[in-house]
């Protein structure tokens, strides 16, 4: 019998705060092996990383979410009764929801509509300033979009409001510190806000058209026929508006791309839409978003000749999978002719998550975050010209979720000559 390698540390927790998103691919070198035992926050947990872990951690009804990650990080970018939480049959009902909305390309094409719309009317305001940061920029940018193919109604200072308070959520979900009190409370502020829309819905005082993200959820019965509690409702509609908001950090990680790799810019000014797809990819590849994900399983398996027992914490690799040099050539360099070869394996690129969109816990949200981050692309390369002023573009990968320490800063901003 087999046994996983165990960490030398009584815990490990302070070691993962320093190594960010390193630190499950440091110690799978170091150990020689994809899984390794450890504590974190004084719990056992088993890390692994690769294709094959992916496999292992996304079979159906394996593992649950619940207890899987630390509360603070479950409040701000989910919360009690969301589909992430939820298992089995429950899961599936609640996340063919999600893919209702999500998935349909006539559901795409008109978010990537509103997006495009609302990017025309901030470069407006972006070609009267010296300078803008771009991350700043898409946040409020993204939530206009959302809001307005949701059928959210939104107004002008509560963009601000709420660009702010999900700006915090996503900001400090990973960040072991007093201000996660503070982003909890402007959580709080934003389900309040969503709690009070779905009462007018169905108070009829406003009316969303049916299959907006606002009046299915605001409808949406669960397995008992029973319309969705007001507050579980609420809390999915912020899992509509915050994930697109999240979508600036790729936007400003493919802006990166394009001033790091300038030969790409002009590849893809002459290219098709093929090559764009391969370009976004990369950026989803390359760069940092979910470090890892956590499950709790649901009863005993085996897996690489150990057993694992019901209840057991298994943290999945995302960053460290999509950087295994087993799996991509060359794992470390932007290169986004890989995706040529690439066979669309659900387990070896997982940015997002792995597995089955419908029975597993795979982001159902991929596919429109692949086409707005194409649609953004398009308008840096062909709707504007702007300078890239000296600034700090590193990215520290102790931090969740990072970004270029500057954000970001695009100067003189003008139509595209």
Same mark, same amino acid.
């Given at each position: ?21 390193? %630190? ?190 606002? !009046? ?33 950090? %790729? ?38 978003? %979910? ?69 597993? !816990? ?56």
């Amino acid at each position: 019998m087999a046994t996983f390698p165990r960490t030398e540390q009584f815990d490990t927790s302070l070691a993962l705060l320093r190594e960010g998103y390193h %630190f499950i691919s440091n110690r799978v070198r170091r150990y020689h092996s994809d899984a390794f035992r450890t504590r974190l926050l004084l719990q056992e947990a088993t890390c692994v990383l690769g294709a094959d872990a992916a496999r292992m951690f996304y079979e159906p009804d394996r593992f649950t979410r619940q207890g899987a990650l630390p509360p603070t990080t479950l409040r701000l970018l989910q919360d009690k009764g969301s589909v992430f939480t939820l298992d089995g049959a429950a899961h599936r009902d609640r996340k063919q929801m999600f893919l209702e909305m999500l998935t349909p390309p006539e559901q795409i094409a008109g978010l990537v509509a509103a997006f495009d719309e609302q990017w025309r009317a901030s470069q407006r305001i972006w070609e009267t300033r010296e300078a803008i940061v771009l991350n700043d920029e898409m946040q409020p940018l993204l939530l206009r979009a959302v809001c307005q193919w949701a059928d959210v109604p939104l107004t002008e200072a509560s963009a601000r409001r709420r660009t702010r308070e999900i700006n915090a959520m996503l900001t400090y979900a990973g960040v072991a510190s007093l201000r996660v009190l503070g982003a909890l409370l402007l959580r709080r502020r934003t389900e309040r806000w969503c709690q009070r829309i779905i009462r007018a819905i169905r108070d009829r005082h406003i009316a969303p058209a049916p299959g907006t993200a606002a !009046h299915t959820i605001a409808w949406r019965r669960d397995l008992d026929d029973a319309l969705l509690d007001v507050d579980i409702a609420a809390v999915e509609l912020v899992n509509i508006l915050r994930p697109a908001v999240a979508i600036a950090w %790729f936007v400003t990680f493919a802006a990166l791309a394009l001033h790091e790799h300038p030969a790409w810019r002009a590849r893809l000014l002459a290219g098709d839409d093929g090559e764009l797809t391969r370009f976004v990819q990369e950026v989803r590849r390359f760069y940092p978003f %979910f470090p890892m994900t956590g499950g709790r399983a649901l009863h005993e398996f085996a897996w690489r000749g150990e057993q694992v027992a019901p209840g057991s914490w298994v943290l999945l690799d995302l960053y460290g999978t999509d950087h295994d040099g087993r799996i991509w050539d060359d794992p470390d360099a932007f290169r986004p002719d890989r995706f040529l070869a690439w066979d669309g394996s659900a387990y070896d690129f997982i940015p997002q998550g792995g597995g089955d969109y419908l029975t597993g !816990h795979r982001c159902p949200g991929e596919t429109i975050t692949i086409a707005i981050m194409k649609a953004a692309t398009r308008h840096l390369l062909t709707a504007i010209d702007y300078d890239v002023p000296a600034q700090d573009l590193s990215i520290d990968l102790s931090r969740f979720p990072p970004l270029p320490a500057s954000r970001f800063v695009m100067a003189h901003v003008r139509p595209a000559s």
